[in-house]
């Protein structure tokens, strides 16, 4: 039933051409999809196989068709970067962090597939640019659970970041500097959380682009 209603919300949403700026609240989908997108996270990575079977092909292709919308016209690809931050730094669920370390990479790759150089030197800079940045947020956050998630998305992501030349010139010295001072925050954990090891591995990979963009 959720599925077949996730599948009708997106018929509709196409058929309306609903956006963030309508007018109407009933063709607004930022409600529903505010409570059915974290659901959906949970299902898609839970121990029973024939949710997770269902459910993590249709994560995976929502990212895929939210990530071709502009963010400024529709509010279905922030609520879904949101849910994934979300799931990222739970603090009870490690097999939904997991899961959503692996939707942050999908996210990154697939809206770097739909952003030109040009729109990534504009001033908004698409979603690229909005979960680089949510992301050093998290990494200078006081919360535990939301610095071990930004390490999770660097880790996961910083293969396909350091492809980019130009990612790599806006944003990885800004990307060393939040990660120096969340290993900092760190030394204030629990060991036994493991942030602190997510974080200086998190480290040793962006020291890996620097050291690739020196021999560039």
């Known amino acids: 039933m959720l599925h077949a ?10 058929n309306t051409g609903s956006n963030s700026s309508s007018s109407s609240n009933s063709s607004d989908p930022s409600a529903l999809y505010k409570h059915v997108l974290p659901a959906l996270l949970r299902l898609a990575c839970d121990v029973d196989m024939v949710p997770k ?21 529709r509010p279905e690809p922030a609520l879904m970067l949101d849910a994934i931050l979300a799931g990222l730094s739970d603090s009870r669920n490690s097999a939904l962090r997991d899961f959503c370390a692996g939707c942050v990479r999908e996210f990154f790759v697939w809206s770097f597939k739909h952003t030109s150089d040009k729109k990534l030197r504009e001033s908004r800079g698409g979603l690229i640019k909005v979960l680089l940045k949510r992301v050093m ?14 390490a999770l998305a660097i880790n996961n992501i910083y293969a396909r970041l350091r492809e980019s030349e130009l990612l790599v010139n806006m944003f990885v010295l800004e990307l060393l500097d939040a990660f120096m001072r969340s290993l900092q ?9 493991g942030t602190a090891a997510h974080t200086q591995r998190a480290l040793k990979n962006l020291r890996r682009i620097i050291l690739k963009k020196v021999a560039w």
């Open 5 to 14: 209603t996730v599948l009708y919300m997106l018929g509709i949403a196409q």
């Open 185 to 193: 925050l760190a030394r204030r954990d629990d060991p036994a959380m």
């Open 53 to 73: 079977q269902l459910f993590t092909p249709l994560v995976m292709q929502l990212i895929h068709w939210f990530t071709k919308m502009a963010p400024e016209k």
């Open 137 to 150: 947020s998290m990494a200078t956050h006081p919360n535990t659970f939301q610095r071990m998630g930004a």
